[in-house]
T-cell receptor, first 114, second 112 residues
Framework: DGGITQSPKYLFRKEGQNVTLSCEQN?????MYWYRQDPGQGLRLIYY???????QKGDIAEGYSVSREKKESFPLTVTSAQKNPTAFYLC?????????????FGDGTRLSIL | DAKTTQPNSMESNEEEPVHLPCNHS???????IHWYRQLPSQGPEYVIH???SNVNNRMASLAIAEDRKSSTLILHRATLRDAAVYYC?????????????FGTGTLLAVQP
């Protein structure tokens, strides 16, 4: 079945360490997104990409980096500059970057600090 | 994007219909109304969207007020699997990005 796969499901980061969260989609979607969710809160946009080799900062990009070298992949790196990385991270995709396209989400990665 | 207002929580009994309200008094003429839901420890799931006319799909119905300042998501027969947080989101047609702005949504509890 087509969908979005995020891995790992749980991830632990040591102080000063960079970690990379994987997001793969087989929906042939052009656009991909990364959101962060804190307990009891809605989602906030970190980065998005409307096409391969292009990406834009969202509302809370500081301390994060992304790449979009392949259409199906949009990995997110949480750098040591992100001082409060503990959160639930969600990846999504849509057919195009158009504002009326429904987004399809993965099941998330829960990141915690050791 | 315009703001939406939803109740923090609602309760329903299994097998009964559920009406989830959303107010969006500052909606513009080109804003679509989208609904997503999020089950515990999962990513959000698209439910339905509409512009002016009522919409039906296999998951739910969306009833939009004539002045478009409010809408209601209708689950025709609630099941235990419908217990989730439901988000009402406005999306401007033709916007530069497809950013979804999530509020805190409505937590729906379904009693057996």
């Amino acid at each position: 079945d087509g969908g979005i796969t995020q891995s790992p499901k749980y991830l632990f980061r040591k102080e000063g360490q960079n970690v990379t969260l994987s997001c793969e989609q087989n929906l042939n979607h052009d656009a991909m997104y990364w959101y962060r969710q804190d307990p009891g809160q809605g989602l906030r946009l970190i980065y998005y990409s409307q096409i391969v080799n292009d990406f834009q900062k969202g509302d809370i990009a500081e301390g994060y980096s992304v790449s979009r070298e392949k259409k199906e992949s949009f990995p997110l790196t949480v750098t040591s500059a992100q001082k409060n990385p503990t959160a639930f991270y969600l990846c999504a995709s849509s057919a195009t970057g158009g504002s009326n396209q429904p987004q399809h989400f993965g099941d998330g990665t829960r990141l915690s600090i050791l | 994007d315009a703001k939406t207002t939803q109740p923090n929580s609602m309760e329903s009994n299994e097998e009964e219909p559920v009406h989830l309200p959303c107010n969006h008094s500052t909606i513009s003429g080109t804003d679509y109304i989208h609904w997503y839901r999020q089950l515990p420890s999962q990513g959000p799931e698209y439910v339905i969207h509409g512009l002016t006319s009522n919409v039906n799909n296999r998951m739910a119905s969306l009833a939009i007020a004539e002045d478009r300042k409010s809408s209601t998501l209708i689950l025709h027969r609630a099941t235990l699997r419908d217990a989730a947080v439901y988000y009402c989101i406005l999306r401007a047609y033709g916007g530069a990005t497809n950013k979804l702005i999530f509020g805190t949504g409505t937590l729906l509890a379904v009693q057996p």
